[in-house]
């Protein structure tokens, strides 16, 4: 197969969320202003979680580094996307369409193993609570961590094999606001069925498996805490809310897109927004409303300043 330096396409053009003039400044504040958001939002759990001792517990310090993932998750096309609504001409090069589909890969697949992992830690301390201390420990943790950035990393090195060497010789329209790998693999001078096909594998063994082990993971505790009491039933299905939302609202747009990716829809942009940028905003929202303990840690922080 062709190697990439014999592709004619140095650049790609995107045509963004709109091509309506008036939306553009909309656009351009809009996200602008869900983008400080976003940082502020999960840089203070950050700070809250390494700096209060009452959150230095397994389920916080796996939080903070969510926190820290949608940071990332939200920072590797969505500065680009604000700059495009101010610009006429969408570009971008052919390296840096590879390093976004390599970056969101990466962040995506951490975030569904890390979201796993946080289930594991709930699993564990409403199924198991005598062992929780012994179970979760410091080591456990770091090891979870670790696992998350390794599936990521694994899942995206997979993803850019089956791509980096497609030659790209005359088409270079993309209909997103960034380099969604659906859309830039159908741009390929030469019949991408097969790589569609391995791309729906190994997107779809990863979404639909951490999914699985999610919602597995919660009828467990369900069914648990079924045969305790009502009580123990309403508190342990608060604590699961708030990662069920959160779920829901990841898994959905990511399995919607890349487990079809064969037939691209006008919805899959507003999808691909939602797990770019409205998850990272939801998070910090979701599992700091809805928790006692993260919203005294950020009243100590006001205090302090």
């Known amino acids: 197969m062709d190697k990439v330096n014999s592709s004619v396409v140095s650049e790609f053009v995107l045509l963004g969320l709109s091509s309506s003039q008036e939306l553009q400044l909309f656009f351009f504040v809009f996200f602008s202003v869900l983008y400080v958001v976003i940082v502020l939002g999960n840089l203070l759990i950050i700070i809250a979680v390494t700096s209060d001792n009452s959150l230095h517990s397994p389920m916080y310090f796996l ?46 697949g951490g975030e569904m193993a890390l979201l796993v992992s946080m289930a594991y830690d709930r699993y564990v301390a409403i199924c198991k609570p005598l062992h929780y201390v012994v179970i979760m420990s410091r080591r456990t943790c770091t090891v979870l961590v670790m696992v998350s950035w390794t599936v990521g990393l694994v899942h995206t090195l997979s993803q850019l094999s089956f791509t980096v060497n497609l030659p790209f ?7 997103s606001f960034f380099c969604d790998l659906p859309r830039v693999t159908k741009l390929a001078c030469l019949d991408s069925y097969i790589i569609e096909v391995l791309v729906v594998v190994n997107s779809g063994i990863l979404s639909l498996s951490t999914f699985s082990l999610l919602v597995g993971s919660y009828v467990i505790v369900l069914v648990t805490v079924w045969f305790k009491s009502s009580a123990a039933m309403a508190k342990a299905f608060s604590t699961l809310a708030a990662h069920i939302t959160v ?59």
């Open 169 to 175: 010789c005359g088409p270079n329209v993309v209909d």
């Open 63 to 108: 939080l903070g580094n969510l926190s820290f993932v949608d940071i990332c998750q939200a920072s590797f096309a969505t500065p680009k996307m604000i700059a495009d609504f101010l610009s006429e001409h969408k570009t971008i090069s052919f390296s840096s369409c590879i390093t976004q589909i390599f970056f969101v890969h990466l962040f995506t």
């Open 247 to 305: 779920v829901i609202l990841f898994f959905g747009p990511c399995i919607f897109i890349y487990v079809w990716p064969f037939t691209t829809y006008p919805v899959d942009k507003l999808l691909a927004i939602f797990y770019t940028v409205f998850t990272p905003i939801l998070n910090p929202i979701i599992y700091t409303l809805r928790n006692r303990d993260m919203k005294a840690a950020m009243r100590k922080l006001q205090e302090k300043h």
